[in-house]
């Protein structure tokens, strides 16, 4: 039996503490400064992406920007390991049809600095306009058995615009969840199998991790699963009860007991879920048509 790996979030009590009590910490700079316009996920070469409708050459409608500004410890140095992290961001680019409106630069946000997850957040106004979303990444050592950690993030309190707040207070805590900034802290020790170009669908090596698989994961965090308002408000005896997801399903999608994942034994169309808990090595595991179900009742277009 292959290595499993298990992947993580923040709670919702967590995510609410980034966002509220914890606006209240003093701002710290973080990071090496590495301002300047985030890395966008744009279009590759040629090669297909095997993910539902989402063509290898489609456009990339919703974009996910990369900030690397707190990977201090030079986890992504390596040009091949950003290039499969932007891999995963056109792979979800690519599906995603929503568009969110832009956040202007200047505007105050909150986000965790993923080379240390379990501090409180930083405060720091963006240094560029936000086009629908942009993480923060970065690398620190995870309990054993985790190979990801993620959480959206906003800092409304110090939005001094009225109109901005109203709008993204809204987003953020609304039914329909419009992230505009998140972070993922990816675990330093993991020996993950990193793929340049995902969108060729190459095999991934036996008894490795697959780096793709888990940053697909910890994006769907980033974008709402488990960690939104809009997530929390569909459950019901320990399961999502959204109507896309029960109308996909046939009922009420059963959650692990954390509420943060769908078990490994819940499948669709023959596949394991994206969201659930874990799975085995030497696999590529991409968004199947119940996880989309589930984004579909946060509100996104597919």
């Not at 997850?117 to 720091?124: D, K």
């Not at 595991?285 to 996880?291: A, G, N, R, V």
């Amino acid at each position: 039996m292959g290595k499993k790996r298990i992947f993580s979030f923040l709670p919702i009590a967590a995510l609410i503490g980034a966002c509220s009590s914890a606006d209240s910490d003093p701002p710290s700079p973080g990071g090496d400064g590495g301002g300047g316009p985030p890395v966008e996920a744009g279009p590759s070469g040629d090669g297909g992406v095997p993910a539902l409708d989402a063509g290898p050459t489609d456009p990339v409608s919703f974009k996910i920007q990369i900030d690397y500004r707190y990977d201090t410890a030079g986890f992504f140095s390596d040009p091949v390991r950003r290039q499969a992290l932007e891999g995963a961001c056109r792979i979800w680019g690519r599906l995603v049809k929503s568009t969110f409106a832009n956040v202007p630069a200047g505007t105050f946000i909150r986000v965790r600095d993923p080379q240390k997850p379990n501090e409180p957040a930083l405060s720091l106004d963006i240094d560029y306009e936000i086009d629908d979303l942009v993480i923060f990444v970065g690398s620190a050592e995870l309990p054993a058995g985790q190979t990801g950690i993620a959480s959206p993030t906003a800092g409304l309190s110090g939005v001094t615009d009225d109109t901005l707040r109203a709008s993204l207070q809204a987003r953020f805590d609304g039914p329909v969840f419009q992230p505009w900034t998140g972070w993922v802290a990816f675990d330093a020790t993991t020996p993950f199998h990193f793929d340049p170009v995902p969108e060729l669908g190459d095999a991934v090596p036996a008894g490795t991790v697959d780096f793709v698989s888990v940053a697909l994961h910890e994006i769907g965090h980033v974008l709402g699963f488990a960690t939104s308002d809009a997530f929390k408000g569909q459950i019901a005896n320990g399961a999502f009860t959204g109507p896309k997801t029960q109308s996909r399903h046939g009922g009420p999608l059963a959650l692990t007991p954390d509420l943060g994942h769908v078990p490994n034994e819940t499948m669709s169309g023959g596949r394991r879920l994206l969201m659930d808990q874990s799975d085995a090595a030497g696999t590529r595991y991409l968004p199947t048509p119940l996880d989309l179900a589930v984004f579909e009742d946060l509100g996104f277009v597919f």
